[in-house]
C-alpha cells in the first residue's frame, strides 16, 4: 500500500474496533418525525381519463422516518438515545410510538399531541410488469397537519432536551421545519452543547440555516448547495461552501452526493472527497439520516472528524445498497461493510 491506502485502512481498522467497543453513550436527538409508508407495485396501463398510470399495488410497508429513523440507527449501532419530538393523537402516530418502544427506545419525550395528525410521507413505486426489476417512484403524496405546531410544544421539548444534554456525547438535530425546532430552540440547545464540548451534528431545512449556526458539522445534499450556489451567485460549490461555513460559524460542512459521493469542507482548506464504494445502488431514502447517526457514534466516541466522515460514508454505502427504502443503518451491517472495504484494500495490494 502507498501512504494515503495504509492511512485508510488504519482508518477502517479503528472504525471496526469502535463498533466492537460501543458502551451505550447517551446522544440526545431533537427533530420532527413522520411515518413514512410505501406502496409498490405494477405500473402497466394509463389512467382512461388522465395521463397518470394506474398502479396495481402488490405490497406494501411502512417505518418511522426523519429523527426516528435516525433514532432506529442509533438505536442499532449500540448508543442509548433519547428523542425529543412529537406526534399526532392518531393511527400514524402510534404505529411510530409503537415501532420505536418495541426496538426498546424510551418514547417518553416524544409528545402526542390531541386533534393533529401526524406527518406521514406515501411514496407509490412502479414497474413494468414482467419487463423491468427495478421499480421507480411514481408519486409521492403528503399528509400532514394544516396549524402550525404551538410554539409551547417546541418550547417544552427544547427545556427538556437542554437538561438532558448533562453526560450527552452528541447532539443531533434533525429539522423539517414543522416545528420541533424553533430558532431561539437550536441556538440555545447548540449554545449549551458548545459550552460542554459535546459535538453537534444538525441536519437543516435550507430556509432554517440560522439553526445550525456554530454547529460541529451540517449535512446537506448535493443539490441543496447547487441552489444556494444560484441564489447567491458564486462560481462553484467550493466557493459556496465557504461562504456558508463562514457566514453561520460551522466548523465543517459535510455534502452527500449519493452514488457520487460525498465531500466534507472546512474553512479555508481544501475540500476533501469521498467516493461512493457501494458495488450497487438500488435506492437513496435516509443517506442524511444514516450520516448523521454514523457522525454522532464517530464524534461521541472522540474520534476524529476524517475517521467520523469515513464512517458516515461507509453508512451511507450500506443505505444505497438497501433492498427496502425502510432499512435503516445497522450495527452488523456497517460492520460487515467495514470488513468487506479492508479485505478489498488488501486483495489490491497483492
Known sequence: MNAEQDIQYKTLLRLRSLLDNINNSKVTLIGDIMLDR????????????????????????????????IALGLNSLGMSIQLFSCVGDDAEGD?????????????????????????????????RESLLDNSQILLQADREALEPLPMETSDELVARAKLNLNNSCALVISDYDKGVVSTKGAIELIKIANSKDIPIIVDPKLTGLEKSRNATIVLFEIRGLELLQRRLVLEDSAQTAQNLISEYEWNSLLVLGGIEGMTLYRLGEVPIFFPCNATFTDQQIGLHDAAAAALAVSLGNGFSLLDSVTLASAACDCILSATASKEFISKDGLYLWLDELSWRMRISER
Open 38 to 69: 410505501y406502496y409498490h407495485g405494477f405500473a402497466n396501463n394509463l389512467n382512461s381519463t388522465a395521463p397518470v398510470p394506474v398502479i396495481k399495488i402488490i405490497d406494501s410497508d411502512e417505518s418511522p422516518g426523519a429523527a426516528a429513523h
Open 95 to 127: 404505529i411510530i410510538l409503537s415501532t420505536l418502544s418495541d426496538e426498546g427506545i424510551n418514547i417518553s419525550n416524544i409528545v402526542k399531541i390531541p386533534n393533529r395528525k401526524t406527518l406521514t410521507k406515501i411514496r407509490f413505486y412502479g414497474s
